[in-house]
């Protein structure tokens, strides 16, 4: 059976909708940056083991880089997850984990990259916002898509409520996107994520990667 490994900074609540998932891989650790982080307390109740890598142990990011890509290797993992794990990382790190490690960011990637997404969409006026999952490349919030979610943008919206209506999104699409790459379903080619076998059946404003 495939291993994954979730990396999380904080509440988990991503984490928590892949372990809900019943997926057809086992998640072998949940490791997170910050000792304080809520999710670690979740993955335990369920019997996952964690690990504790935290970033203000190390004098710079590569040292930090390289204990965490150690404590990842201790499982072995087919797929690295990425959900809510807010540090920057190294070149050497992310070609380390090339085409087997994903992230899930709260926007319709390539608008709005960093933090703030939802302040930003409103700001600007969009009036469609959403959240992507996609395979980790070295810059910041971008790498092949594999599916995304779009949602209104309603005009009294504040930045709360609009990222509850896309964490929502996030939670349908992250679980399918992890399931896709644990069935061996994901290819990427010239950039691009393709997906083998059948499409999902799902919501309309849910758009996969092209077959
Ligand atoms: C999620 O909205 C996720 O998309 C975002 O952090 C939140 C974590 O929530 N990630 C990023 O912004 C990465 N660039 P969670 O801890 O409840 O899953």
Redesign the pocket.
Known sequence: MKKFVIL?????????SLLDADLPGRCAAVISNRPDAA?LDFAKARGVPVAVVDHKAYPSRTEFDAALATEIDKHAPDLVV?????RVLCDDFVRRFDGRML????SLLPAF???D?HAKAIGLGVRLHG?TVHFVTASL?SGPIVIQAAVPVWPDDTPARL?AR??EQ?HVIYPLAVRWFLAGRLRIENGRVLLEGEMPAQASLCVPAAQ
């Open positions: 999380i900074s904080g509440r988990g609540s991503n984490m928590r999710g990425l959900a809510g794990f807010m992230n899930i960011h709260p990259p960093g933090l997404t959240c919030d990222a896309v964490l996030e």
